[in-house]
């Protein structure tokens, strides 16, 4: 059977740049799959590779294995892009059992392409970017199974249809499971294009609420995490990081750790060269060991003597000082619409504020790790990772193996939020690995995490608005200084640093004609990189405070004064990531609900208040309100939280609102007591004890978390429920207490004078 | 854990009234009364036995002592105990339940660092943790 499957998929017309490969298990059932694949892919397929582009197998006895082609970051993608493929075609959710597929890449004469689609997830794209290809994939699969039924039968395809898990024929009185038809169904030939696809009103699964098929695994421990990964005469090992930015190995001397028992082997890691990309975080030293507690041991009884770092003299203070410093001159003018300088000149009122935002650690539950055997012409990784083929680029350029020889397994990953787009951790091991010859664990600590960390850049905001007569804003500036998170990276011009930082579409440009960007690098040695919802949680934390402040300033209502803005524009273009195009009133619609939620309009008694926030990114809208209260002793109490999102259409409910519960706390947990400092050159945090993540205590029982569908095209979510928590939580303690927030975290600015 | 009282506050209107009546029962203040304008007070102390007794008036409306007084009038304000490491100190409390409003030692009189503790949980009455070498 599988030589004859084979025989049909190489008569494909292999001019299309996508069709459908069938084939066969060893097991007999039948597999699908829809990949994007180029002619060459084409020749590997007719070679007989049944494991190109297989997503969907159907187990005779009608359960059905759906392979899950994304990383799993508790977003919820195993759960929710297997839905699209179940619901097209069209069998019980409950009969659907979810495999996690390794990284697909194909070498072709233009270089690697996908061999099982795009795989990554980061900018809140893992749905988006599936949410046809995996529908078409089940309407595919749907329709070669009634195309072997029609065939079976005799009866013409059109007088066919199914109904979950079986295809039927009326006409005939004939029915038959998918399980019953899967061995005929594979020796089809896959049609020339996908089918048309269900009216979103048929559906019985997408759109509807379902559990995480995952949950059971993870509240019982089963669920699989990197590092849970064990190989057999697998050796385990830890490093030691200069504890200095950019520091390196000036000797060391292992003597007590060669004593230590276990350890096997001690030697040197080479970071990258002053200012170059990062491949790894740092120069250190490796301890291997027999066990991850022995290369613990041995690396605690190791002696290094470090290099002198250029950056020995860096420290909070300083970076604070130095964006001050450069704030009180001129910056890069990043962006300039209208007379910025003529109408703040012409206006009836200017305001002004600073504000600072600072450096954060992504702080993953599950700390770095990675396996990784690199042999002499092959390796092997399992890794929890957001981007396999990062980690598949990382280890060939510290191996030098071909990249179609390494093989990349990717485990449920706890806890990403932008971190794990980095792939140094498996560049660790593969060189660990490569010197050794063993199979090697890498395992950081948590406080390994928290030092070595590519932070979220901190930096200080400038913010001015002129406003007319009637307080209408004219004309709006935002000045940034900050530590560009573009820095280091391969090929970036000075020039284009500041387009991590701010994004020139953001709320407010469209509204007010007169409008002003500038920004200023400073080149503190701190690593920075990607934290969920990178530079808007900083931008959204200033807009949203010193829209409030302009409100309190000229005697107008908070919300009234967004709805006035929102309103003067009914659809403004989107350049940025995630979306061509942005609706300011479908940020008003969120914010009128969550305000109508939480009484905004009843007055409160005092330290006792409401704040608001809204907030657009990677094409998902949100907003939030917040009701806290604050005692005469200072103590901050979070009353009520009201979220919502509109996402569009959400195409799993549950999972849409477990990220705007995660993505609020988040975003609060950070704005209360979450800051990286660095003194001498050294990040001072460690844990968790002086990194301290909001407590379920702090986060109160009303908590409403509101999903809103729009339209019937589905944005990202991952994200989109950060942005907004922060300034509202801060706006509410001002409503309250009339302390305004200007820097985060809040920490213990409420307990002034106490 | 707890070595001693340290000090105990007392919230006051008018300073130098308070001082009148206050040294009937405890004689003259040490020093001359003190600005604390890191924290929103004038405040004078006397010394009974091994522990400070201190008398606060808020000088500045928005901090917390200023709205303290108007929400509880004068007298009772806090007890403070004195402990050697007041990091240490306030997380072995706030491991057994008792949160502690400060995330961070603020800089009191002389050298004492100090933290609160949530009158939540301690029966309404409220508690500070000081680390002094006086």
């Known amino acids: 059977m599988a030589t004859k499957s084979r025989k049909n998929q190489s008569s494909v017309d292999l001019s299309r740049r996508r069709f459908l490969v069938a084939g066969s298990t060893i097991s007999g059932s039948f597999l699908l799959g829809l990949p994007a694949l180029s002619l060459a892919d084409a020749r590997i397929t007719s070679s007989g590779d049944t494991r190109i582009g297989f997503f969907i197998n159907i187990l005779e006895n009608g359960d059905v294995i759906i392979g899950n082609n994304q990383p799993e970051i508790g977003q919820g993608l195993r759960t929710t892009l297997p839905m699209l493929v179940a619901e097209e075609l069209d069998i019980e959710w409950d009969k659907v059992k979810i495999e996690s597929m390794p990284l697909g890449i194909i070498k072709t004469a233009d270089g690697y392409t996908w061999k099982y689609g795009g795989q990554g997830v980061g900018g809140s794209t893992g749905l988006t970017s599936n949410w046809t290809f995996m529908r078409e994939v089940g309407a595919t699969a749907r329709l070669m199974l009634m195309q072997a039924a029609a065939e079976l039968w005799a009866v013409p395809l059109d007088q066919c249809s199914t109904r979950p898990g079986e295809v039927i024929c009326t006409s005939a009185g004939k029915r038959a499971s998918y399980g019953e038809l899967v061995k005929l169904a594979s020796r089809l030939t896959p049609p020339d294009a996908a089918p048309p696809l269900k009216n979103m009103d048929e559906y019985r699964i997408v759109g509807k609420p379902q559990r995480n098929k995952e949950v059971m695994d993870i509240v019982t421990a089963r669920a699989y995490y990197g590092i849970d990964t064990r190989v057999p005469g697998m050796r385990f090992a830890v490093i030691v990081r200069s504890p200095v930015l950019n520091g390196t190995v000036a000797g060391f001397d292992d003597t007590a750790t060669r004593a230590v028992n276990g350890v096997l082997d001690v030697f040197k890691i080479e970071g990258p060269a002053e200012g170059a990309p990062y491949h790894i975080l740092a120069h250190g030293v490796a301890v291997v060991a027999t066990s991850t507690w022995a290369a613990i041991k041995g690396r605690e009884a190791l002696k290094i003597e470090w290099e002198q770092s250029p950056n020995r003299e860096d420290s909070s203070e300083k970076f604070w000082q130095q964006n001050r410093e450069m704030l009180s001159g001129q910056g890069q003018i990043v962006h300039d619409q209208g007379d910025f300088p003529a109408a703040i000149k012409a206006a009836n009122k200017v305001i002004r504020h600073s504000y600072e935002v600072p450096f954060v650690s992504h702080s993953p539950l599950e700390p770095q790790n990675c396996f990784a055997w690199v042999k002499k012409d092959s390796v092997h990784i399992i890794a929890p990772t957001q981007m396999p083929s990062g980690a598949s680029r990382a280890a060939n350029a510290v191996t030098g193996i071909e990249r179609e020889h390494i093989k990349v397994e990717m485990t449920r990953v706890g806890g990403g939020f932008g971190r794990r787009l980095s792939n140094d951790y498996v560049a660790e091991a593969c060189i660990i690995s490569k010197k050794t010859g063993w199979p090697i664990k890498l395992q950081w600590t948590r406080e390994d995490d928290m030092k070595n960390d590519f932070y979220r850049p901190g930096g200080t905001h400038e913010l001015a608005a002129g406003l007319d007569e009637q307080g209408k804003v004219t004309a709006w500036t935002q000045r940034l200084a900050s530590g560009s998170k573009y820095y280091r990276r391969d090929g970036m011009k000075d020039e284009n640093l500041w387009k991590a930082e701010l994004y020139p579409d953001d709320f407010p440009q469209a509204m007010v004609d007169n409008y002003r960007l500038e920004y200023f690098h400073n080149t503190i040695g701190i690593p920075r990189g990607s934290w969920r919802a990178p530079a808007h949680t900083a931008n959204a934390f200033v807009i949203q405070s010193f829209l409030d402040e302009i409100a309190h300033e000229t005697g107008q209502d908070p919300l009234a004064l967004r709805l006035e803005l929102l309103g003067r524009v009914e659809q403004q273009p989107y350049s940025s990531h995630g979306a061509t195009v942005m609706t300011p009133g479908r940020l008003s619609r969120l914010l009128k609900f969550v305000s109508n939620r939480i009484d905004y309009d009843t007055a409160r008694p005092k330290g006792r208040g409401v704040g608001i926030a809204t907030h657009f990114t990677f094409g998902g809208y949100a907003a939030h309100a917040i009701e806290v209260s604050v005692s005469s002793k200072g103590k901050l109490t979070i009353e009520r939280i009201v979220a919502a999102i509109d996402c569009g259409y959400a195409v799993n409910p549950n999972a849409v609102e477990a990220q705007l519960q995660g993505g609020t706390c988040d975003g609060l947990s950070t704005a209360l007591d979450l800051e990286i400092t660095v003194r001498d050159g050294r990040v001072m945090q460690n844990n968790f004890d002086d990194y301290p993540l909001m407590r379920i205590a702090s986060v109160p029982a009303l908590f409403e978390a509101h999903v809103l569908n729009y339209d019937d095209t589905p944005t990202g979510v991952g994200e989109i429920g950060l942005p907004s928590a922060a300034p509202a939580l801060t706006n509410a303690i001002f409503n309250a207490t009339g302390i305004r927030i200007r820097k985060l975290p809040i920490a213990d600015q409420l307990r002034r004078y106490s | ?134």
């Not at chain 2, 040294?23 to 001359?32: A, D």
């Not at chain 2, 100190?89 to 961070?104: H, M, P, Q, T, Y």
């Open chain 2, 1 to 134: 854990m707890i070595k001693r009282i340290h000090h105990i506050n007392f919230i006051v209107k008018d300073l130098d009234k308070a001082l009148q009546r206050y040294r009937v029962l405890f004689g003259n203040p040490v020093g001359e009364p003190e600005m604390l304008p890191q924290r929103g007070v004038k405040l004078a102390r006397f010394k009974v036995g091994e522990t400070w007794l201190i008398l606060v008036q808020p000088v500045d409306d928005e901090g917390i002592p200023a709205q303290y007084l108007k929400e509880h009038g004068e007298g009772f304000f806090l007890i403070s105990c004195q402990v050697d490491d007041v990091r240490k100190a306030a997380k072995l409390v706030s491991s057994k339940g008792i949160e502690v409003l400060d995330r961070n030692p603020r800089q009191g009189l002389d050298d004492w660092k100090v933290m609160d503790l949530s009158p939540d949980d301690l029966f309404g009455a409220d508690f500070q943790l000081v680390e002094s070498a006086i």
